[in-house]
């Protein structure tokens, strides 16, 4: 399986002074536990960083570092997840037929989600891993008035990996181009198009790094693994 990890954002909501990715969690960089669980994943055998060449040489010192024994290839990253992704794809080898797509920020994810995403989009168009939202959740108008409690039966949080049929999402991606849509994750551009996406369970520990926060809570849950 084919796997892309966007990674080339820059960290706002993090504050670092460069790519949050970089920033150390216990003893490697965030973005080396994303490259190993990826190694680890058996169903993995190709792997594709998109990422601002601004940060190659930091990159390829980390991959020299994990001593990485799959294909790994870096490729220019857009000034957002959606263009990034869209770079990615174009770099895909052409005998990739399906993709996933796994956020370098999510590097809690176990080798064992990556290997359950894989296997499972064998046998259907488009899937993402997502948990069951634990909180009641408001839409909020801009006064900051209360519109509506959605049922929160059908709410789940969407995490990474996703994975899609390439040539759809190829499809879904120029689509989105075409008609100007601004997403926060492939499977929107699916659901745009109206094509079906799929849910895998997600996991709870698989947060994405965002903030200062999120750090210290990363750091917790590996000290308990
Ligand atoms: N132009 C971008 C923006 C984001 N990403 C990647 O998409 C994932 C999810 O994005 P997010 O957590 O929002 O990362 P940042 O964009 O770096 O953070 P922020 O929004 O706080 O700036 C991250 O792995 C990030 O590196 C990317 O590849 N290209
Ligand atoms: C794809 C994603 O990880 C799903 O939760 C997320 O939407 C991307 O991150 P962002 O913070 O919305 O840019």
């Not at 926060?184 to 659901?191: H, I, K, Q, S, V």
Request: proline share 5%; charged share 20%; hydrophobic share 45%.
């Amino acid at each position: 399986m084919y796997l892309l990890i966007p990674s080339a954002g820059t960290g706002k909501r993090m504050g670092a002074d460069r790519n949050k990715l970089l920033l150390h969690l216990r003893s490697q960089p965030i973005i080396a536990w994303t490259m190993l669980a990826a190694e680890a994943a058996s169903s993995i055998s190709w792997i594709g960083i998109i990422s601002q060449p601004h940060d190659w040489e930091d990159l390829k010192a980390i991959m020299a570092d994990l001593k990485l024994t799959k294909p790994i290839k870096l490729i220019a990253g857009g000034s957002t997840r959606q263009e990034s992704v869209y770079n990615g794809l174009q770099a895909l080898p052409a005998d990739a037929k399906q993709v996933l797509i796994h956020d370098g920020a999510r590097c809690l994810a176990t080798p064992d989600l990556l290997n359950a995403c894989a296997e499972a989009i064998r046998h259907c168009p488009g899937l993402i891993a997502a948990v069951p939202v634990k909180d009641t959740i408001k839409v909020v108008d801009e006064s900051g008035i209360i519109q509506s409690t959605p049922e929160r039966s059908q709410l789940w949080a969407a995490q990474t990996p996703q994975g899609f049929d390439v040539d759809l999402l190829k499809q879904c991606h120029a689509e989105g181009v075409r008609q100007g849509w601004e997403v926060t994750d492939d499977a929107a551009l699916f659901e745009k198009c109206g094509i079906e996406v799929h849910i895998v369970p997600g996991e709870e520990t698989n947060l994405k790094v965002t903030t200062p926060q999120d750090l210290a809570i990363a750091e917790f849950i590996l000290s308990n693994r």
